[in-house]
Nanobody, 127 residues
Framework: QVQLVESGGGLLQAGGSLRLSCAASGRAFSSYSMGWFRQAPGKERVFVASIQWSTGITNYADSVKDRFTIFRDNAKNTVYLQMNSLKPEDTAVYYC????????????????????WGQGTQVTVSS
């Protein structure tokens, strides 16, 4: 069992930066692939970024590529999402997720690739 707690959300102006954190409890955090998703009001939850546990390979949605960076600190059982050059369309609740075992980057871009989810943290970007 893994529990995930996100933090770092907030309200800021377009062009600003924010770093989200996701702290995981439970064993063998380093063997979980991690992902970030987001859900805007009235819309589906969509993929933002992922990092595979075994290779460290990262993957990003086109909408955030070159602006967002996912990275992890296994010693702290924490995964981060560094968000730069934020836009109003980045406004959403951001969720982190953990997936057991070896999974392809394509599966990690899907909700189905994950076994555990956090409660989410709100990010609001004003124009």
């Amino acid at each position: 069992q893994v529990q995930l707690v996100e933090s770092g959300g907030g309200l800021l102006q377009a062009g600003g930066s924010l770093r989200l954190s996701c702290a995981a409890s439970g064993r063998a955090f380093s063997s979980y692939s991690m992902g970030w998703f987001r859900q805007a009001p009235g819309k589906e939850r969509v993929f933002v970024a992922s990092i595979q546990w075994s290779t460290g390979i990262t993957n990003y949605a086109d909408s955030v590529k070159d602006r967002f960076t996912i990275f992890r600190d296994n010693a702290k059982n924490t995964v981060y999402l560094q968000m730069n050059s934020l836009k109003p369309e980045d406004t959403a609740v951001y969720y982190c997720a953990a997936g057991r075992g070896l999974k392809s980057w394509s599966l990690l871009a899907s909700i189905n690739g994950y076994d555990y989810w956090g409660q989410g943290t709100q990010v609001t970007v004003s124009s």
